[in-house]
């Protein structure tokens, strides 16, 4: 008789990367090859109407699914069509739910890994290092749900020469073994951060690029009211005058940073000299001790309530 605990070690625990497919394909060009080699599976998630999740139309140009076919020689890569936009979800609802049945659909007993179109991980094997040494929460994932986060180097705004970016690092939800998402890519469990860090383009477009995607993302009614009359007169003279630069709350982004150059190569090389930019052990240690004892608390509350959390 097969043994099924070797069947199933067999079937899970892979490293599966999910990314969502919409307005913003062609960065995928960029996202993608960065984990490819390093991945079991990769889903590309899409709308079946081509929907954002405001429900405006999208168009993705035919070379793009050319560019896959030609590009994914190891036949790792899957477009999953489904129904991603219900009208009556806001569309932070609709970006949660999307999340949620992309990992479903890469298979719970796995590293559910969503990396989104303009993110660009420096060097994801380290980062599936980091997830080895964790393979234990992929036993019953149920009962230990975990979130491994990274952080990000926010790009901000493209000029003639070199380009503005975040001068510090910020927090991102990358993987789960237990997608009971709550927002977005969060899931309100236990984090264990990781100085894994990835490049993020998140404003690096035109003013009408991105116009559209803040009416068409989770986030569309929190836009900050100050947010492009600042973008707009950023540059490489002033920048270090402009303060509290986010979209959102705009006090999370306090200051901006300055690279000569726009090679993401080159960019990636400054970044793991910048000692600013760099995640310390201690700084790690208390994030993950604050963590391990904030859902050990939640454990000694009581015995009921920690087995309905889990």
């Keep these: 008789m097969i043994n099924i605990v070797v069947l199933l070690s067999a079937v899970m625990k892979k490293i599966q990367v999910g ?5 913003d394909y062609e960065k995928l060009k960029l996202s993608i090859p960065p984990v490819y080699k390093e991945a079991d599976a990769i889903f590309l998630a899409m ?9 405006k139309r999208f168009e993705i140009d035919a070379e793009f699914f050319k560019w896959i076919k030609d590009f994914d020689t190891e036949n790792k890569i899957t477009i999953y069509k489904d129904n991603f936009y219900i009208p009556t979800l806001s569309a932070i609802q609709n970006d949660t739910r999307e999340r949620h049945l992309l990992s ?3 298979g719970i007993g796995n590293w559910l890994i969503q990396v989104d179109a303009d993110e660009y991980f420096i060097d994801f ?3 599936v290092e980091t997830l080895r040494q964790h393979d234990h929460f992929l036993v019953n994932p149920k009962k230990q749900p975990v979130q491994i986060a990274g952080f990000l180097i926010n790009i901000y705004k493209y000029l003639d020469e070199g380009l503005l970016y975040v001068n510090k690092p910020t927090k991102v939800m990358l993987a789960t073994n237990y997608p009971n998402y709550k927002r977005a890519r969060n899931s309100k469990e236990r984090v264990i951060y990781t100085d894994n860090i990835l490049l993020h383009e998140c404003l690096s477009r035109t003013e009408a690029q991105l116009k559209f995607k803040f009416e068409n993302w989770g986030h569309n009614d929190e836009l900050n009211s100050e947010f492009f009359d600042k973008w707009r007169k950023a540059n490489a003279t002033n920048y270090k005058t402009i303060k509290n630069v986010f979209y959102l709350d705009p006090t999370i982004w306090r200051d901006l940073g300055h690279f000569p150059s726009q090679n993401l ?3 990636k090389d400054d970044i793991k000299h910048n000692e600013a ?9 208390k994030k993950n001790f604050g963590q391990w004892f904030k859902f050990l608390k939640i454990f000694k509350r009581s015995k009921i309530n920690f087995e309905s959390y889990f």
């Design 19 to 23: 990314f969502l497919l919409s307005y």
């Design 47 to 55: 709308d079946q109407e081509q929907r954002t999740w405001s429900g």
């Design 104 to 106: 479903i659909k890469m």
């Design 125 to 127: 094997k380290q980062f």
């Design 265 to 267: 190569n080159e960019i």
């Design 277 to 285: 930019l760099r995640l310390t052990p201690i700084f790690l240690q």
